[in-house]
């Protein structure tokens, strides 16, 4: 399996990134990814993650007083922000049917508040300085709707990516460009869990989190700087529409 962190991508030396949901899994990849690339990163998680060469900050992207300390910390700390990288997400398997009120608005506080939350905080001072990269962690579920009884999670991730089109077209004259990538089948301990999931995928294999930090680093970079709006599937061919 290649490895993420081994790529080289110019438009990281000196900038500042903000991963969200960064303690482990693929956020914790993207952010040592984004490290390797030569960026000042910063780790957000509930709980203060411990990642080699990032600074971790604790943050519920749910509460907006926390979000803007947390992110006034990772600027009195490293500055403004230029990369951020909406990652924090939950993911609840329910029957449409059990899925009570408050368990829809977790899903959607988190998956979709946060993500909001924390790209007005940083948009701003993006427009700015005239620069900018915002991707969100979406997912096949947001377009297909879902192959498990997910639909909270299906609709937040749909929403996170509109969003993400949204905020692409309201900046894309201030050099800020915003988009998505939408996983499926990516090797996390949940996933590792389901038995013969691998044989549903095309390419014969389930994902690997470097399969999704790997297209986050260039959708960061300034090779992607003709890439706006976009929601890129890294899925194996699971979905193709």
């Known amino acids: 399996m290649h ?39 910063a780790a ?15 943050a519920d992207v749910t509460d907006e007083a926390g979000v803007r300390a947390a992110l006034d910390e990772v600027e009195a700390r490293l500055g403004p922000v230029d990369v951020l990288v909406l990652n924090a997400g939950v993911f609840v398997i329910e029957p449409f049917a059990d899925v009570t009120l408050d368990s829809w608005r977790r899903t959607q506080a988190v998956n979709l508040d946060g993500a909001y939350l924390c790209a007005r905080r940083v948009l701003p001072g993006m427009q700015a300085r005239g620069h900018g990269r915002v991707v969100a962690i979406g997912s096949s579920a947001g377009i297909t709707g879902g192959s498990k009884a997910c639909a909270a999670y299906a609709a937040s991730k749909g929403g996170l990516m509109a969003l993400t089109k949204a905020i692409a077209q309201e900046y894309v004259a201030d ?67």
Do not use: K, W
Request: hydrophobic share 50%.
């Open 175 to 241: 050099g800020i460009t915003a988009n998505a990538v939408a996983p499926a089948l990516i090797r996390t301990p949940m996933v590792d869990a389901m038995p013969d999931l691998a044989a549903r995928v095309p390419v014969g294999r389930l994902g690997e989190p470097d399969d999704v930090a790997a297209c986050v680093a260039f959708l960061c970079s300034d090779h992607a700087s003709y890439v706006t709006g976009a929601v890129l599937d890294v899925n194996g061919g699971f979905l193709i529409h």
């Open 44 to 58: 957000l998680d509930v709980a203060r993650p411990e990642v080699p060469g990032v600074v971790g900050v604790e």
């Open 3 to 41: 490895d993420a962190t081994a790529m080289r991508l110019q438009g990281f030396d000196g900038r500042v990134a903000v991963v969200t949901g960064a303690a482990r899994g693929i956020g914790r990849r993207i952010a040592e990814t984004l490290h390797a690339q030569g960026a000042h990163v």
